[in-house]
């Protein structure tokens, strides 16, 4: 099973300013990474897929890098909706699975 | 505009079942691969399964397998997830969730969710 790992656990920063998140993953991805945001009580929502592929509707605000096994979701300035929870995934072997997540908090 | 609407959760004994469904609206279901993921309370992601658009294909995670039955209903635009043998650790909300393009993943639609609660 491939493990990800991702951090910080949380990130505290203030609008407007820069989030980088981590994703590592235990053996090689390829080009099969994607980052979700989710809000509590809402279902994920599927922001950045095959590493750096925005999602229809996401803002120019959120991009994705990496390759192999390390990966970055940046929001480049953060607005006050995007205090959430993130959460990378795999898609490259059985089982999918998903990293621990980082929580984006307001500082 | 795309929608999947689960229901069938709700409060069960260890060692019981209880039968998920999901409601897909919006787009052609039968041409899209489909997931259960689910989310213990205040925990992170876990997916469960996995089924092609024809019901050719089935996945489960080692959590489950053995435990829970995937199946689809495409004339019905229906997706289940019976659950048999239930345990405490398997209170998570569910979610059913759409594969991208036709694909395993990502997950580009998912349902609002159900609560299942394993508890005597």
């Known amino acids: 099973e491939i493990v990800l790992t991702q951090s910080p656990a949380t990130l505290s920063l203030s609008p407007g300013e820069r989030a980088t998140l981590s994703c590592r993953a235990s053996?090689?991805?390829?080009?099969?990474l994607a980052w979700y945001q989710q809000k509590p009580g809402q279902a994920p929502r599927l922001l950045i897929y095959?590493?750096?592929k925005k999602a229809t509707g996401i803002p120019a605000r959120f991009s994705g890098s990496g390759s192999g096994t390390d990966f970055t979701l940046t929001i480049s300035s953060l607005e006050p909706e995007d205090f959430a929870v993130y959460y990378c995934?795999?898609?490259?072997?059985?089982?999918?699975?998903f990293g621990g997540g980082t929580k984006v908090e307001i500082k | 505009q795309v929608q999947l609407v689960e229901s069938g959760g709700g409060l069960v004994k260890p060692g019981g079942s209880l039968r998920l469904s999901c409601a897909a609206s919006?787009?052609?279901?039968?041409?899209?691969?489909m997931s259960w993921i689910r989310q213990a309370p205040g925990k992170g992601l876990e997916w469960i399964s996995f089924?092609?658009?024809?019901?050719?294909?089935?996945k489960y995670a080692d959590s489950v397998r053995g435990r829970f039955t995937i199946s689809r209903d495409n004339a019905k635009n229906s997706l289940s997830l019976q659950m048999d043998s239930l345990r405490a650790d398997d209170t998570a909300v569910y979610y059913c969730?759409?594969?991208?393009?036709?694909?395993?993943?990502?997950?580009?639609?998912w349902g609002q969710g159900t609560l299942v609660t394993v508890s005597s």
């Open positions: 995934q795999q898609r490259a072997n059985w089982p999918l699975t």
């Open positions: 053996q090689s991805l390829t080009s099969y």
């Open positions: 919006g787009f052609t279901f039968s041409g899209y691969y």
């Open positions: 095959d590493i750096s």
């Open positions: 969730a759409r594969g991208y393009a036709s694909t395993w993943g990502p997950f580009d639609y």
């Open positions: 089924i092609t658009g024809s019901g050719d294909v089935i």
